[in-house]
């Protein structure tokens, strides 16, 4: 635990040192782009103090980094240390007769010996006698409360290292024991009997013994004590959960102790308030008739997304549904902030759930719409909390444009993207490109939903009254936020009649025209505000989009590529003066020191003039511009090789590559790269690291550390850009470059440089950069295997240039086969995953069958790529070939009615037999001759009002699936058609008669997917029911008294549930019991009032005060073990 806690302050310090790092960097970038006084003496000293500070900064990342890494890797050896220890321990066995031991019990050897290892019987004695040994001392030791304990907590911990010893135990023996204990008034004697209890049941028969000694009397004595026995009250409540997590333990424990629970949960001063309502929740789901009993619902709203009606009767339907809302719609000031948050939390909880939603649009969404009202009460606190529900709802998530928005900075900086954004990341970079074809997400379903209730209930016009009332400017940005998301949200995922309705802001620009209105500069400042995050989000989307957007967005990416050529154009025809001016004020000429030079200007000349043979050829033979951009990126002159790795200095590395680019260009630049040393220099780095070259370096420029802390990095850019261009392939071949990096693939100890070569590299051209992919596909360590089986996913993405040519695609896609074959069975499983996405292109799967890669030896590995390959006629054959296809089906058809495991998805649809084999010719006749969709159907129409029996709703939940699959393709939608199940399953959807949903497509009339009802109160409707009560009812209480004092003493206790007649009535009973002490010595008493304490509803202090009135041994003082009365639980 102490290494465990240890590691979470080493993660947390590790993010503040980010967040630092983060905010330096982002500073440095405001000094980079302010282009007025550089030479100011302040403006140089303190850009000097936050360097200083980022290298503090950096060398405090590495040191937590190696601490981390070094804690994980001391837990990891601990676990294997355990996990083998655990082993050895169940595969040996002793030689021990049980008739040895002296006291009166047995235990069996053989199940007691299995659990014991070969270590511990060198090092302690025989558990067995251990046992026998320590029951021993503890009746010895009655009258010695000291050792007394000592032995039971030995006991305890003997029961809990050697388990098996509960199984043979004499269980008389022990129970004196737990008489002794569970009757004593020290605490520490209590929690140990708890303490082995815990330890000794794994049955009802040892439950049911261990309640033989008033077990449950002395939980509930233990729950009411306060919080300086704390540790007695934590070992009841573990009891209690060890109960029932024995099969059917729920059954044993008694209403009196829920209601203890119950009360503690309700006592929210109580540091075990907070246990008591887990409890609480998972008793819940095994028994919600028992708690609902014990007054446990009012304490566990949380159940409401609980979604059949055999538990929702349970729950009120109109009035428990307000109580989970009530903490932010009746704003108190004096609840905590904390209280607050968790209430927001659980709101969000049970409204990202289906059954959830649908709860709460119960009653023409009664409570939906009052949380929207909230927004109305001008308290920013409670708008606040409502705004943070909204944003978590909607899946709005923080960025650097919200980040700064809501801090109040402008958005000016954002007309270009920064450097970093320009380099997309290779992790999940080919996932998003393949879930055009064919996988849609559910998650986006649930979102048009969920936004087209909010919508309807008039969320956009509550927002803009708050953005027009609101003098709190953080709400005011945070409120103008999310009407520029949900106008977003709206447009991509909402029908277009929809989006018409929602995008003319009516009430908003009505407010902006009247001018004599106060109410006219705020709404017009919301209208600005809004249009310039519009704008912003607009260009950086089109920017990420840019590569990866679909078919329909050519053209507005060819008009983007002719706006771009004009101003290349532009740039061409600049005259002689114009040139020289630019050359100028690039102070390139005036000066060496970088920091001074203007690379704006830079770029501008890249991207234009310096295209024109004519122009490059006068910077490099009549000025020195060409030669010092140049000498700045030499290894060896330390300019470059030595600036921090920083998000802002990475414009250095893309400047490098449009020098390389533009050079490559024409043939006087490529003359003048391939002389150059630039190329020479990078060639002697590499060899400092190749063990073959002969050359040494003490500290080489590609070290690690210099890799991960300078833009050292970037040199493997430049290869890179050099390998997009046979001349570049050319000189790196001049100068041996590939020749290195196939000795480099062999020095395991830096697999870094391989990978970043293969990053980096481009693969449009058969040569030495897919040779050397190729070696470290089949002869690199498996984490390099990994990572480059991955990176083959990342270049067959539809976002790279090279896979519109067929034959890299088809070298890309053979490596990907071979890597089924190899013998870590991760690598296998991450090429499955590759190929499965990249076969979502029918011309990727036509040629994966092609090469009719074995897939039997994967297993269920193989599995996603098989159902894949039943897309295509030619797949569908070669399965067949193996008797696949139908052993495989039924397969399907059986496990589709038996699983009952929940997998966590990302959202995603996964592939579906029945889907697959539908897409073809072939699949569509299997279908019919095994008749499966024929009981698929007749299950809809059997069973679709059903809502009890579980695995009635699981057989139709997967009957609905696989129609659905079946359904979403051409070839499959006659089979819906002529079964006349599509009125049946919108029956179950909404109980309609007209079909009502609308597809959502995209300006170019495709569809994405996703569908809204036209009346969505159809979809989120649940018909209120009676609510049933489990409490008991008054008059079944049967109450034991001898005499009038005993009448009294239960009518005082029956008044003090009432915080009316509490005050009198504690006065009156602390009287009674002053007079007449003898009568709270009673057992049938205490019996009565246990039973007006299970039955009303009292304040922990409350039943505290009652039952301190009577001894805690009273069970033990009047009746026998045997004269148990199991009638008062």
């Not at 024409?666 to 040393?677: H, M, Q």
């Not at 000189?731 to 697999?751: P, Q, V």
């Not at 079909?995 to 959502?1000: A, R």
């Not at 049967?1038 to 009198?1064: A, C, G, M, P, R």
């Amino acid at each position: 635990m102490k290494s465990l806690d240890e590691l979470d302050e080493l993660i947390n310090q590790l993010d503040i040192e980010n967040k630092i790092k983060e905010g330096a960097e982002n500073l440095l970038q405001v000094f980079d782009q302010t282009t007025e006084d550089r030479e100011d003496g302040n403006h140089i000293a303190l850009r000097k103090k936050i360097e200083l500070e980022l290298d503090a900064v950096n060398s405090k990342i590495a040191v937590l980094k190696a601490k981390v890494n070094s804690i994980k890797s001391k837990t990891q050896i601990d676990s294997i240390k355990s996990s083998s220890h655990t082993k050895t321990t169940i595969n040996t066995f002793y030689e021990q007769d049980a008739k040895s031991c002296t006291l009166p019990y047995s235990v069996s050897s053989k199940s007691v010996h299995s659990c014991i290892s070969v270590g511990e019987r060198d090092e302690t004695i025989d558990p067995v006698q251990g046992l026998q040994a320590t029951l021993r001392s503890l009746c010895e030791s009655i009258h010695d409360s000291g050792q007394y304990l000592k032995h039971a907590s030995h006991l305890a911990s003997l029961f809990k290292s050697h388990p098996a010893l509960k199984y043979d135990l004499n269980w008389e023996a022990l129970g004196q024991h737990f008489q002794i204990m569970f009757s004593s008034v020290d605490t520490n004697k209590v929690s140990a009997g708890y303490r082995i209890a815990r330890y000794v049941i794994y049955d009802l028969t040892s439950i049911s013994f261990v309640k033989k000694f008033h077990v449950e009397h002395a939980i509930i004595r233990s729950l009411i004590k306060d919080g300086s026995t704390s540790k007695e009250r934590e070992q009841a409540l573990k009891l209690i959960r060890a109960f029932y997590e024995i099969k059917d333990g729920i059954s044993e424990i008694s209403k009196s102790v829920v209601s203890a629970i119950v009360s503690l949960a309700e006592y929210t001063k109580d540091k075990m308030s907070l246990i008591s309502i887990e409890t609480l929740a998972e008793m819940f789901i095994l028994d919600p008739a028992l708690i609902v009993s014990a007054g446990g619902n009012k304490v566990l709203l949380q159940t409401l997304c609980d979604d059949t009606p055999a538990t929702r009767r349970f729950i009120r339907p109109k009035s428990d549904l307000q109580l989970i809302l009530s903490n932010v719609t009746n704003f108190r000031p004096i609840i905590e902030e904390y209280r607050l948050k968790y209430c927001g939390d659980g709101i969000v909880s049970i409204m990202k759930s289906w059954s959830g939603l649908i709860y709460m649009s119960m009653y023409d969404m009664q409570a939906i719409r009052s949380l929207i009202d909230v927004l109305r009460i001008s308290s920013s606190r409670s708008q606040d909390i409502i705004l943070d529900i909204l944003y978590n709802l909607f899946g709005i998530k923080s960025s650097s444009i919200t980040s700064t928005f809501l801090a109040g900075r402008r958005l000016t900086t954002w007309g270009r993207p920064s450097p970093s954004q320009q380099e997309p990341q290779n992790e999940g970079m080919f996932t998003n490109a393949f879930t055009e074809f064919g996988r849609n997400d559910l998650s986006q379903q649930y979102l048009a939903l969920i936004i087209t209730l909010f919508m309807d209930i008039g969320i956009l016009d509550t927002l803009m009254a708050v953005a027009e009332d609101s003098k709190d400017k953080m709400i005011f940005r945070k409120t103008t936020l999310l009407i520029v998301e949900l106008l977003h949200l709206s447009n991509r995922i909402l029908p277009l009649q929809y989006g018409a309705k929602l995008q003319s802001l009516p009430k908003l620009f009505m407010s902006a025209l009247e001018f004599r209105n106060e109410e006219h500069f705020i709404a017009t400042s919301a209208i600005l505000q809004i249009e310039s995050l519009n704008r912003i989000k607009m260009k950086t989307n089109s920017f990420h989009q840019k590569e990866r957007s679909s078919s329909s967005d050519n053209s507005l990416k060819r008009g983007q590529r002719q706006l771009e050529q004009v101003k290349i154009k532009l740039g061409l025809q600049i005259d002689d003066i114009r040139f020289r001016t630019l050359l100028l004020d690039t102070q390139v000429l005036n000066t060496k020191n970088y920091k001074k030079w203007r690379w704006d200007i830079i770029i501008e000349l890249l991207h234009g003039p310096l295209l024109n043979p004519k122009r490059l050829e006068e910077s490099i033979r009549s000025t020195k511009f060409i030669k010092r951009l140049l000498s700045f990126y030499l290894p060896f002159n330390y300019k470059f090789s030595n600036i921090k790795q920083t998000k802002p200095n990475q414009r250095y590395i893309k400047i490098g590559r449009m020098i390389f680019t533009t050079l490559l260009a024409n043939p006087e630049g490529i003359r003048y790269l391939s002389d150059s040393k630039l190329l020479r220099q990078i060639s002697e780095c590499l060899a400092q690291l190749d063990p073959l070259s002969g050359v040494s370096c003490p500290s080489p420029l590609f070290s690690k550390q210099r890799l991960e802390e300078t833009l050292s990095s970037g040199y493997f850019v430049f290869l890179g850009t050099l390998s997009e261009n046979k001349d570049g392939i050319a000189m790196m071949e001049k100068w041996k470059i590939f020749n290195m990096f196939y000795h480099l693939t062999e020095l395991h100890s830096r697999d870094d440089l391989t990978l970043n070569f293969i990053v980096n590299m481009n693969y449009t051209f058969y040569g030495h950069p897919r040779i050397i992919l190729s070696k470290a596909l089949t002869t690199g360590l498996k984490d390099v295997r990994l990572f480059v089986t991955k990176h083959l996913g990342t270049l067959l993405s539809s976002n790279k240039k090279f896979t519109k040519n067929t034959k890299t695609i088809e070298w890309a896609i053979s490596l990907l086969v071979t890597q089924l074959y190899d013998p870590c069975i991760e690598v296998c499983q991450m090429a499955v995953e590759v190929l499965e996405k990249a076969c979502y292109d029918f011309e990727n799967l036509q040629y994966t069958v092609k090469l009719r890669p074995a897939l039997e030896h994967l297993g269920s590995i193989g599995a996603p790529l098989r159902l894949r390959f039943l897309a295509s006629s030619t797949g569908f054959n070669y399965l067949k070939e193996f008797n696949y296809i139908e052993k495989e089906m039924d397969n399907w058809f059986h496990v589709l009615f038996s699983f009952t495991k929940k997998n966590e998805l990302d959202g995603l649809i996964p592939p579906h037999f029945y889907g697959e084999i539908i897409k073809t010719s072939e699949g569509c006749q299997l279908l019919k001759n095994k008749g499966h969709f024929e009981y698929f159907v007749s299950n809809i129409f059997k069973h679709k009002d059903e809502y009890e029996d579980k695995n009635i709703i699981l057989h139709l939940k997967s009957s609905l699936w696989a129609v659905g699959n079946i359904g979403s393709h051409n070839n499959g939608f006659p089979f819906l058609e002529n079964s006349g199940v599509i009125s049946e399953i919108i029956h179950i959807a909404e109980k309609s008669q007209q079909h009502g949903w609308i597809s959502v497509f995209t300006s170019f009339g495709i569809p994405i997917g996703i569908c809204i009802p036209e009346d969505i109160k159809k979809i989120l409707f649940l018909e209120p029911w009676n609510y049933h009560s489990c409490l008991s009812d008054l008059e079944d209480i049967k109450l034991d008294t001898k005499n009038i004092i005993q009448d009294e003493i239960l009518k005082i206790i029956t008044d003090l549930s009432s915080h009316i007649f509490v005050t009198k009535a504690l006065k009156s009973l602390s009287r009674i019991k002053a007079k007449y002490p003898e009568e709270f010595k009673s057992l049938d008493l205490y019996k009565s009032v246990l039973k007006i304490l299970t039955s009303y509803r009292y304040q922990q202090p409350i039943r505290k005060f009652i039952l301190e009135m009577f001894p805690s041994d009273i069970f033990y003082q009047n009746s026998e073990l045997s004269d148990y009365n199991k009638n008062i639980w």
